[in-house]
C-alpha cells in the first residue's frame, strides 16, 4: 500500500496557471498524492487579471495564499519581491510540510520556491527548464535546474540541455508540455462557442469578429525594462495602422510592466481604436478557442511557441523574449519595426493555418508527471555528472 | 583614459574573508577600480568570530553593513536569511550603484547577493565556481554559475566543469584560487612567531605546542545538520582520546552549527580537556602559520584541500563536506567514526609533511582577478552555449 | 557655534508631501540644520501620482528612496508593507545617521517610520498628532504620539489632548499645520492663472470651468475597505446626477484604494460623465488655487478640514474620514447618501465663500518647526507624566 | 448557545510565557474558547532557553511558530527584528483567522503582534498596560495601550493610567497580573522539594543551598545597551566579593544580551565563583519555589516588583529597568554601584521575608481574563475619550 505524498505546486501568474492546469487535475486525481496548491504573486492580483478566481472557479482547494509582490517600477522591485517570496514561502511549507515541491518554467519570482523548497531540504521538481531565451529568465530557468531535484521539459531539445548541465539523465523526463494537454481537447473544425465581450467583459470598442479577428499579447522584457513603452508602442501604431479586428490581451506583472500599461492607456486616450478590445484575462480553454480561430497572434507570448504550434495558428513573434526557443514552423520572428510587423501580420494572414506541430509534446504530460510525482524516489541530495 | 569601475565585493562570513582578502588589496590598489566592500550576515557577528573586527583592523573601508542572519536553528531560518539578505543587498546596490558585484563561492546565502546583482541587471562576478562537493553548497554553487556572467575559478577541472555548464569559455578564467596567494608568502622555515593564546585569547587548557600539536576545524553539514552534534562528539572523542597537544576553531554559522557548539560546549563541561584549546577566529595569516607547524589539519574545512596542499600538511578530511573537491595527495578522507580519525590522525603525523601542489594556483589571484575585473567587457545578458 | 543637526524627514505618500512642503524648505534653508529627505512607500508610484517627480521637481535633494508597497487589495498588506518599512527604514537610518527623525501624521506606514526611529534610540518628532478621526488612523496617531519625543500639533485642541496622553507639556507646540503656510500665500481676488487640463493632463471630459465647478476627493476608509467601492459609487452617482462641472482627483493607497479605482473605472466605462476630468495629482500650490476658485470640495480629505477653512471654500465631508477633527465652520458632514450629498452640494453653492478661520495656523509652521528642531534637546528617552 | 471564540496569543519570551501560563490554561479550558497559541522569536531559541520545550511539556498545542530573531547586537536587530514579526504574524493571522488577540506586556518585538492585528481589523487585547518604566519598554507599552482594544492590567494604578490614556473605561479591567496566580498556589511552609542541579542541569560550581542562597536575574537595559557589559560586571563583583551560594538566571535576548552574555561567560573564565551555579531556564512554579526559599533576589526582573512582592521575598532592584513600577514594599532600589548593590543585600538578608502584599492581584487573573475574552463584545474600532 502507497504513502499518500503531498505535493505542494507554486502558481505565481495566470499564464503559468493556465500552463499547468492539467498537472494539478492529474495531482489532484491521483489516489496516491494530495495536492497543495499555493497561489502567490501576480496571480492573486486585480490587475494582473486574479488568475486566482479561475483557480477557485476551476474548483481546485488554495492551500495557501502568499503576497509577495512589492510595487515599484525597477529591477530592484523585483529582487524584494523574490525575497519576500522567500521569507513568506519557507513559512508555508513548513506548515503544509509537502513531500515535493513543484515549481513552473522561469518567471523571476519563482527563484523563491525553488530556493525554500532546497533550502528546507525538500524535493523540488521543475517544470519545463532547458529551454532558451533572451533575458533574465534564461538565467533564472538554469540556475532553478540546479536547484533542483526531478525536470520534467517540454521537448527533446530541453532534455539533452539538461543532461549537458550536468543532471542527473534518471531524473530528466520529457513529459511535454502540460499546456498542450489542454489544446489536444480542441476540436478543428468546432465554431466559437462563446462571445468573449459578454462572457470577460474588458474595455474598448467591440468590433465585429465574424469575419477573422487578430489576437495580441505583448510583455515587457524584463533586461530591456525602460524601453516597455517605446516598444508597446510599436506595435499599437502597427494594430492602429492595419485597422483589422483585434483582441488584445494585458501583459504580465514584471519590472517594466508600468511602462507597457502606460503605453496602452496614453495611447488609447490619444487616439479611438475603433477595432480593439482589451481583455484582462481568460479562462485557458476560451483563449485556445479564440487563438484558434483568429488569423494571427501577435506579441512576444510563449503560448504562441507552443500552443499555436501544435494549433497551427500563424504567430508574429516580436523582439527577444522567446530567442532560442524551439519553434514549431508557424511563427515569424520580427524587430520592435512597425513595418515588419504590419507586413508580418499581412503575411500571416495570406498564409492561413499551419499544420500541426507536437514538438512540446502529445496531450499527456499532466498524467504523466503526476505519475513521476508518485514514483520518483524522494530525494534532495545531488551532485553534478562530470 | 579609463573610467573607474566600481567593484562591489560581499563578504558573508569569516572563511569567504581569508579567501579573498588579496582579491581585495588588489581592488584597493588598482588605479582604475573602486572598491566597495559590503560586510554581511555572519561575518558581522560575535558568535563567528566577528571578522568584521578583522576586515576593519587591514584598513579596509566598509560602504555597507547587512544583518540578514535570521535565528534559529533550523532549515528554514536559511531560507529566510537569504530572503532577507536579498531585501537589504538590493537596497545597497541602489545606493552604491556598482559596475560589477562580485560573489564568493557557496554559501547559501551568498545567494542573494547573485539574485540581488542579476535581479538588478548589475555584472556578476562568481569567485570559486566548478567545485563539486556534497550537500546544499553543491546546489548553490552552481546555480550561481547559471546566475553570474565572470567565473574565476580555481582549478583547470573547474573551469572545465564551468564551461560545461553552458557558459562562454571566454569568460570563464582560471586565476587559482586567492587564499594561496597567501600561502605562498608563508616561509617555509621560518618558526611560529607569535603566541597563539596571549595574541588571540579563546578559551579552554593552554597545551605545551613545541612537541607538535594538532589543528582541528569541523563545520556543521548543512544537508546532515540535524546530525551536527553527534559528528562533533565523534571528533571530540577521538582528540580526547589522543591526548595530543591541540587547538580547535569554532565553527561557521549555519543550520546546525548550534548542535555543533552545543556538542563542543556539553562535552567542555562533561570532561576535562587538559590538551585542548578553542579559538573563536584567526588571522588568515596567523592561522596559515599556525598550520604549516601543526602535525595535522583535521576536520571539514576547504582550508585542508587548498592552502594545506600547498603548504602539504597532512590533512584528515572527514564526512563528506569535500567530496569530489579536487585533492593535492595531503589528505586522507574518513567517515564519522572515532577509530578512523584516530588511526588516519596517528598516520599523517607519521607520514611528515608532503611536497607543494599548486593544483589550487600559484599566487597571483588576487592581481588577476583585480585586472580582469577592470578589463572585462560590462555585461548581463548571456545565453547558454548549447 | 552650533553643531549642524541631521534632520530626515521621511514622506511617505502625495498629501503628506503637500502638507510638510514648508517645513522641508525651512529646515533645508535653515544654515543649522542638514535636511534628509526620504521618500517611500506611495510617494514613490506612478499609480498613486509620483509625488517623489514634484519633489525633485521642487529642488530637493532625496537622501534615500524606499520602495516598500507590497502589493495586495487586503487589510494584511497593510501590516506587510509596514514590516517591510521598518527593514527598510532602519537601514536608511543607520546609513544616514540622524540627529532627529520626523514623521507626518497618522497613515498607516507612518508607523515604521515610528517604530525604525524609536527602537533605534533617535528622537522622533511627529507632526499632527493630537487629532481625532474614525478609522484605524486614529489608533496609529496616538500611538505614533506614545512614540514619539516632540510633537508639533496644528490646533489647540490638539495640544491639550497630547498632553492629556501623559505627554511633557514642554516637547508638546502647537505650531500650527504647515500646509496652511501654503494657503496663506493665495491672494483671495486672483484669478485661475493656469489651464489645469493642459498643465496637469488627467483623463475623461474637459468641462468649462468659467462658470464654476466641483473638486472631489475621496479615500477608501481602512476599517471599512471591504465597502470602499460602494462608498465611491454613491459619490459618483451624486456628481453625474448633479452634471456640474467637476475636477476629480485620484484616491490615496491604501487598503481598499483598489475598490475605490476600480469602482470610479467600471463606472467611466459604464456612463459618459460629460461633465467630469480625473487628475492623478497636481502641484500643492495650484490645488490650493483650484480649490480656492472652486463651489465645493466633496469627499474625507483632510484638506476640506484644513486648508479649506483657511481659504473659506465650502465642503462636502462624506462619512467617517474626518470624525472630530476640529472644524473650521466650512463644512457639512454627511453620510454614505446620494440624496444627501446631493442637497449637501447644491446648499454649499448656494452660501458660497465662508470667513477665513485661523484655526489651523497661521502660515509659520514651516520656520517654528525649523527653529525647534534646531532648539530642542536632543533625547528618546521619556516616561509618561502621570 | 455561544459560539466559540478564537482566542490568538502570542507569546514571545520565557518570561512572558511565565507570566501568562494560567491565562493559557483558563483559555484553553473554557468551554467557548479556542486556544490558538503562537510561540515566537526568542521563546523559540536555545540561547533564551527554549520556552517552546516547557510550552509543549505544559501540554499546549501549538497553533504556529514564528522565528523573527534577526541576530546582531545593535538597535537596528531589534527594529528589525520587529518588521519580520510583522511578515510573519500578519501571515499567521490570515491562517488562524482569530477572533480576538492577546499580546503581552511590553517587550519590544510585541509590537510586531499588535500592529498585526490592528491593521488586520482583528480585535487586540493586552496584558499589563498601564505601567511605568524606564526605557523603551515604555514607549512600547503605551503604544500598544493606543492600538489595542481591550486592557487587562494588574493593578489600580495601572487602570487608572490607561483611562487617563484615553481608552474607553468600560474596556480597561484590573484582573490582577496573571503570574501572581501561579505564586498563589506556593505553601508558604514548603520545603524546596527538588534538586535544581539535578532537574535543570546548567552549568558553574554547585553550592550547598541548605542555608540560604541568592537569586540572581539581570537584564539588558534597551536604551544602555552599550553598558550591559559593564553593569553586568558591577553585579558579578558584587556576587564575587560576598561568596554566598548564588543561582543565577542567563538573560532574555535584547539588544545588549550579547553585552550581558559576553560579561557574564569572560568573568567565568577569569575568575573562580565557587558559588555561583547558572541557569538558562527553569519551569514557572519551580522558580517560585526556588524564590521562595531564597534569601533575597537580585537584578532588574520584573519578578521581584510582582511575584516577590505577593511572596514576601527581599529583593535589590538593580538600575532603571522597573522605574515607577508599583512597588509592594519588599525591594530596595539601587544604581550599578558594587558597594551599594553588596550591603543592599546584606540589609535584605538581615531584614528577611516582609508581609505578602497583594498590589499585583489575588490569583484570579486567568479566569477572568478567559471569561472577559468569551463576554467583550468584538471591536476594533475606537475614538479617544478626550
Known sequence: ????????VVVTARPSYSRVKTVLEAVNKHPDLELQLV??????LDRYGSAVNY???????IAAKV???LEGENLAAAAKTTGIGILELSSVFDNLKPDIVVTIADRFETM????AASYMNIPLAHIQGGEVTGNIDEKVRHAITKLADYHFVASENAKERVIKLGEDPSMVFNTGCPSIDLATTINETEKLLFDPYEKYGGVGAKPDLSKGYLVVMQHPVTTEYKDSRKHIEVTLEAIYKLDIP???FWPNVDAGADGTSTGIRAFREKHQLPNVHFFKNMEGIDFLHLLNHSLCLIGNSSVGIRECAFLG?????????QNKRDRGGNSIDVDYCQEKIESAILNSINNG??????IYGNGSAGNEIADLLQELPLQFHKTITY
Not at 39 to 44: D, K, N, R
Not at 55 to 61: R, T
Not at 112 to 115: F, G, K, R, Y
Request: cysteine-free; proline content about 2%.
Open 1 to 8: 500500500m502507497n504513502q499518500i505524498r503531498k505535493i505542494a
Open 313 to 321: 495558428v500563424p504567430v508574429v513573434n516580436i523582439g527577444s523574449r
Open 112 to 115: 523563491a520556491t525553488a530556493i
Open 55 to 61: 483557480i477557485e472557479k476551476d474548483g481546485f482547494n
Open 39 to 44: 497561489v502567490a504573486a501576480s496571480a492573486l
Open 246 to 248: 483585434t483582441l488584445w
Open 67 to 69: 503576497f509577495n509582490v
Open 353 to 358: 493555418k499551419f499544420a500541426s506541430s507536437s
